[in-house]
């Protein structure tokens, strides 16, 4: 008698391959480890299935022996291998890859359980210094969701910035872990799991662990064991602890649901809110999801009864929602990206001993460089986009290639260009700012001036001692950050995204405009925002001043609606690239002449990307989309198998399910 074994492999095969095991390996395991032979080299597998054979096997081909098997009970349990199948099957992504993902750099490299070590789980043990108070708003939310903590329910917290958000689910969190439970709460970045455990520890006794990119492999290691061996309480992660192996997971919950780094943009490309929601829906346990700007896909939802929306409309603190000033710089022409209306309210809040916040969207010193005579302008040799003017470092970058260049004296036709820079980063801001307040404490936070964990870590610290004045910053600041002593923040330029060619544009600029604005007055005083814009009369901006985003949101549903677009229909969007523009052109015009003809189906494309040039490489896409999911699912898979049959040389391909990004 044999045992035929189905074994996943890390490669971008979209199969398992059968081994034969033999009588006395009868002991394999699915979800454990084996070693086995893949073309001309051993590699480690995943076992996926078993059946056992009393006869002959029957196959094309000479089935290969499994060379070893590593472990005796499986490194990734059903419910963790359930998730993967499905993930591969919805994304179009090989399988092997999937599981390797989810896996420990010491589970992947074959290395035995039993000399794996893992730091001491005690270190981590909290004890709470006060209880948990909610308002009469909270309450009532917290009484009705403690329900439904038994049963699968999809439940959204909807509450303006600073409404408490956070103590509502350290409240269920407390709840949970009373009956033993294990609790995994989702931030969409790495910079706000040190805040989310702060706030966690000081309410709920318990074991609380961290999991994102940053941690080295044996902490990540220690993660993975602790929670599979229900050792930790609580796990605060980004993205990537959707797949993390609990042993009692009972609550779920995705804070800043809204965020676009929930999702995954290289290689596998899932979102980490949907699957969580897969996941509870799995395991039958509540998943909560939370944003004083939800995402309208979670709001559509609502709509439909897909889940159940809670609103908080107060602030925790019982400060005011703050002041908005709209500041028009075709009439008050700001000097180094700061009005005379800005400068002049900074003034008055660093006299009065507050700090300041100021957000641009863009690092760097400026957008770009441009000779005044010759109207020459830095554009990138390998892409079609403009190259960032940074100052410190005296080059030019391409924030979407990667190139750098040193700044010629005359790059331009004249003989003596007249270097100017055009629009504004980080630091022509942070330059500016010095000028006007020299004697103010003034520090800039973007992924130039913070490259790590700590560094983060510091601002943080730096800010909540009141030992920064005026920060600078980008989205980094905009995501969930309590500053107590903030009272004003200073949008410089929303316009950029005002006039985006992405259909989503509109609704990213509102949460970024509501996200930053919450920054302020969250505490003791009631807060200011000042937003300078050329485009004052714009739409977006009277709907969102007058009634704030969920009035917006109401009446861009409409216009999805209208259009056919997400949330109101599903998408996927195939992307090509090549050194050859006709070749990544040409594989996207034959799939759609095969593909299209399908009333159920309707495509756009296929077309330039929007940054059609890259690094000298071409750029298409092609963009499919129906109203209902699993027609487009079957057509998407369709799709892949043909592009795999074919083989396009030359060409790189990918497959972008529900994309959030048309780059």
Not at 102 to 119: A, E, F, M, S
Not at 164 to 175: Q, V, W
Not at 193 to 218: A, G, M, N, V
Not at 266 to 290: Q, S, T, V, W
């Amino acid at each position: 008698m044999e045992i035929i074994v189905k074994v996943a492999v890390n490669y971008p095969l979209y199969t398992t391959f059968d081994y034969v095991a033999k009588t006395h390996h009868k002991s394999i395991v699915i979800g454990s480890r084996v070693k086995v032979s893949f073309g001309n080299k051993d590699v480690i597998g995943i076992v996926i299935d078993k059946e056992k054979k009393t006869g002959k096997v029957e196959s094309k081909f000479r089935l290969k022996n499994i060379k070893e098997v590593i472990d005796d009970s499986p490194v990734i349990n059903d419910e963790i291998l359930n998730l993967c199948q499905w993930a591969s099957n919805y994304y179009q992504y090989p399988l092997g890859q999937i599981i390797f993902s989810t896996l420990p750099t010491q589970i992947k490299r074959g290395i035995k359980k039993d000399r794996i070590n893992i730091y001491n789980k005690n270190d981590t043990k909290y004890f709470a210094r006060k209880e948990i108070m909610l308002n009469h708003e909270q309450e009532k939310i917290y009484k009705n969701i403690k329900q439904k903590i038994n049963d699968y329910s999809s439940i959204l917290i909807s509450g303006i910035t600073g409404s408490g958000k956070t103590e509502l689910y350290i409240k269920i969190s407390d709840e949970i872990i009373k009956k033993k439970g294990q609790i995994l709460i989702i931030v969409p970045e790495i910079n706000l799991t040190p805040q989310t455990i702060d706030r966690f520890q000081e309410y709920i006794k318990s074991t609380i662990y961290s999991y994102h990119s940053s941690l080295t492999d044996k902490e990540k290691m220690t993660v993975w064991k602790l929670s599979s061996t229900n050792q930790l309480d609580i796990v605060i992660g980004t993205r990537s602890s959707i797949f993390l192996p609990f042993d009692n997971l009972k609550l779920i919950v995705v804070d800043e649901e809204h965020d676009s780094s929930l999702k995954q943009q290289e290689k596998f490309k899932y979102h980490a809110r949907d699957l969580a929601i897969i996941r509870a829906k799995k395991l039958n346990i509540p998943i909560i999801i939370g944003s004083a700007t939800p995402s309208f896909e979670s709001i559509y939802n609502s709509i439909i009864d897909k889940s159940i929306k809670y609103k908080l409309t107060k602030r925790y603190f019982k400060t005011e929602l703050p002041k908005i000033v709209l500041i028009d710089l075709n009439k008050d022409t700001p000097n180094n990206g700061i009005s005379g209306y800005l400068a002049k309210s900074i003034k008055q809040q660093l006299k009065l001993k507050k700090q300041v916040i100021l957000f641009i969207g863009r690092r760097g010193f400026s957008h770009a460089l441009t000779c005044k005579n010759c109207k020459w302008i830095s554009k990138c040799k390998r892409c079609i986009s403009f190259m960032t003017y940074h100052k410190t470092q005296k080059n030019l970058k391409c924030h979407h290639c990667g190139s750098i260049e040193k700044i010629s004296p005359n790059p331009g036709d004249c003989q003596s260009c007249d270097l100017v820079p055009l629009g504004y980063g980080t630091q022509r801001i942070e330059d500016g700012i010095k000028k006007l307040f020299p004697t103010a404490n003034v520090s800039r936070i973007d992924s130039d001036s913070v490259t790590n964990i700590k560094k983060l870590k510091q601002f943080i610290n730096q800010m909540k001692n009141k030992e920064i004045d005026i920060l600078i910053g980008t989205q980094m600041i905009a995501k969930g950050h309590d500053f107590p002593n903030v009272s004003l923040v200073g949008i410089i330029d929303v316009d950029s995204g005002l006039y985006s060619t992405d259909f989503r544009g509109l609704e990213r600029t509102a949460q970024l405009i509501t996200q930053v604005s919450g920054r302020s007055g969250r505490k003791s005083t009631r807060g200011h925002v000042i937003l300078q814009t050329r485009n004052p009369d714009h739409p977006l901006l009277k709907t969102l001043l007058k009634g704030g985003y969920e009035e917006f949101s109401r009446e861009n549903l409409k216009e999805r609606q209208a259009s056919c677009l997400p949330p109101y229909s599903h998408i996927s969007l195939v992307k090509s690239s090549s050194i050859h523009k006709n070749k990544s052109l040409n594989l996207l015009n034959n799939i759609r002449k095969k593909f299209s003809g399908d009333d159920r189906v309707f495509v756009f494309g296929p077309a330039e990307s929007p940054i059609g040039r890259r690094g000298n490489v071409y750029h298409h896409q092609i963009m499919f989309g129906s109203k209902n999911r699993s027609i487009l699912n079957n057509k998407t898979r369709q799709i892949r198998e043909y592009i795999e049959e074919k083989k396009p040389y030359n060409v790189r391909w990918s497959i972008d399910i529900d994309p959030i990004d048309f780059y």
